[in-house]
């Protein structure tokens, strides 16, 4: 064998031989307090009103999956949101403040969006028929979804240059609205006011002041229609990208308690047309750190001028103008979904809306088929696996390698969520637990065991045997993309194909079991969750 052969050979040997590269680390859980905690039903996603000729980039990607015009008696759709047992959802998006709704005395005809060149985001108004309120409501009911509502903010007002706009704010058409639903028994959680509105604005933009006060305007009627009410809904604003004047002043003018959640917009991503440097932000650390610091800035606005409130991520799709196509509807779209859902927890936030179930690129569903996208696989196992209580990890690993954990939900336990970013590292992971620390006092050093071991046996409960006499097994979530392509529609837990079943099921999520001395590695570009559910952490009791 010449030389050339054997170049030829390692060369095509070469990337296996990297993508066995190990890396051994150590992860930090400090089990004896939470740091933060979610809404139990920390997953929303949103349903948007694009009609099918909104289009970017040369694609028209919205088909048929409006508000307006989805079709609501899919058993797919039907199947994908009863899956989740509470999925929140949002309905709202950038034509939500030209829509009027047809009850009442209109001052305006009820006809569907059409373009419109000088039109707010190049359409016309459109409207919600109530008759079609009534199917949506339907679906909601049959589902046990939970509804927030995003109201027309614009209604009444007028033009005062190319996006600001002024005046009161006419509620008339919202309050009948509102009436309408109450009448009919529909049950919304939440009343959200506007939709991209704050700071510069999305196309158009309001004064805080004069938002503030339309807010408090908002809050008196939800009070008068629901008076009757043990419970009202919540009043969620400014629905917007993050300004932090801007929300400073809506705090400050709307008062304590008007306000129950500031809701705001993150597409970190950039545009959804740069196809391989979208892929390229999704697995670059320092890239997804960025973000960090909207998070941050949020919570010390709240904490100074609204304690009061609560934060939510009202609308997130990663890249913006539709998601990018085969990226935002395939595997690599995950490591980005995943990772912001840990760090948003992180950073005190209590619900996560995801642009959007189905619509666009970056639809948990497909627009065509209705199927689940791998998104939809990754939202779904978050919601079942990830409890409330959001606990610290520290780590020596490389910033590659994203670690976050939660108690596990509705159980005992504790869930690691592990995100390897890296094309080429495997990395071992030695995990121990700040709490149990102190029992290693008084051991020799060359007697030493692995502190998370130690304490899921010092403090699991057995009936009828002693907990050493146990084997104690954890479960593992392993995701990876068919064919080892990121860019691939099919996500893989465990090595198999997640697809529905033959009656348009969602499947079963089962994890493997393993030993729980026996090692832990994530591979390269991959996912894992790990349940050890015999751990009782002191912060998950």
Same mark, same amino acid.
Request: glycine share 6%; charged share 10%; aromatic share 12%.
């Given at each position: 064998?010449?030389?050339?052969? =054997?170049? =030829?050979?390692f060369l095509a040997l070469c990337p296996a031989f990297l993508a066995q590269t190990g890396e051994d680390t150590e992860l930090m859980i400090d089990t004896s307090v939470k740091i933060a905690w979610t809404d139990d039903n920390?997953?929303?996603?949103?349903l948007d009103w694009w009609p099918k000729e909104k289009c970017n980039y040369k694609q028209c990607p919205w088909d048929l999956a409006s508000i307006i015009n989805l079709d609501l008696s899919h058993p797919f759709l039907e199947n994908a949101i009863q899956a989740f047992k509470g999925l929140r959802l949002r309905l709202g998006g950038s034509l939500q403040d030209q829509v009027i709704y047809g009850v009442g005395n209109l001052k305006s005809s009820c006809h569907p969006f059409t373009k419109q060149r000088d039109g707010l985001f190049g359409f016309s108004k459109g409207c919600l028929h109530m008759h079609r309120w009534d199917e949506l409501n339907n679906l909601f009911k049959k589902t046990g979804a939970l509804v927030t509502f995003? =109201?027309?903010?614009l209604y009444g007002r007028r033009r005062i240059n190319r996006h600001a706009w002024g005046g009161n704010w006419d509620s008339s058409n919202a309050l009948d609205f509102i009436k309408y639903t109450v009448a009919k028994g529909y049950q919304i959680h939440s009343w959200e006011f506007g939709n991209e509105l704050s700071g510069q604005g999305i196309g158009a933009s309001v004064n805080a002041v004069q938002y503030g006060k339309d807010v408090i305007h908002l809050h008196n009627l939800i009070d008068q229609v629901y008076k009757n009410f043990d419970q009202r809904p919540l009043l969620l604003a @400014?629905?917007?990208?993050?300004s932090p004047e801007w929300f400073s002043k809506l705090l400050e003018v709307s008062g304590p308690g008007i306000v129950n959640v500031l809701t705001h917009h993150i597409y970190n991503l950039g545009p959804g047309s740069e196809g391989s440097k979208l892929v390229d932000k999704v697995l670059n650390p320092q890239y997804l750190n960025k973000i960090s610091d909207t998070f941050g800035n949020l919570t010390q606005t709240i904490k100074m001028k609204g304690p009061w409130a609560s934060a939510w991520v009202g609308e997130s799709g990663g890249a913006y103008n539709s998601g990018g196509p085969n990226v935002s509807n395939a595997f690599v779209d995950s490591f980005w979904y995943l990772d912001q859902l840990g760090m948003a927890a992180k950073h005190h936030t209590k619900v996560y809306c995801r642009q959007t179930l189905i619509g666009g690129n970056y639809g948990l569903l497909d627009t065509s088929t209705f199927v689940p996208n791998p998104d939809y696989y990754s939202a779904l196992l978050w919601h079942r696996l990830m409890g409330k209580e959001v606990l610290d990890? /520290? /780590?020596?690993? /490389? @910033?590659? =390698?994203? +670690?976050?954990?939660?108690?596990?939900?509705?159980?005992a336990g504790v869930t690691l969520l592990l995100i390897n970013l890296s094309?080429?590292?495997?990395?071992?992971?030695?995990?121990? +637990?700040s709490a149990y620390t102190s029992l290693q006092v008084g051991e020799k050093k060359n007697h030493k065991k692995n502190a998370f071991v130690h304490g899921l046996k010092e403090t699991v409960s057995w009936v009828g045997s002693k907990s050493s006499d146990v084997t104690l097994y954890r479960e593992e979530y392993h995701l990876t993309p068919e064919g080892g392509d990121l860019q691939s529609r099919t996500m893989l837990l465990n090595g198999k194909p997640l697809q529905l079943t033959e009656t348009g099921d969602i499947p079963s999520?089962? @994890?493997?079991?393993?030993?729980?001395e026996s090692p832990i590695s994530v591979a390269p570009l991959s996912i894992k969750f790990i349940v050890f559910p015999n751990f009782n952490s002191p912060s998950c009791r």
């Open positions: 064998m010449d030389f050339r052969t =054997l170049l =030829l050979i920390y997953i929303c996603a949103t995003g =109201l027309n903010a @400014p629905g917007g990208f993050y990890v /520290s /780590s020596n690993a /490389s @910033p590659y =390698l994203r +670690s976050y954990a939660h108690c596990t939900k509705d159980r094309n080429q590292i495997q990395y071992g992971v030695n995990i121990q +637990s999520l089962t @994890p493997v079991l393993k030993n729980i």
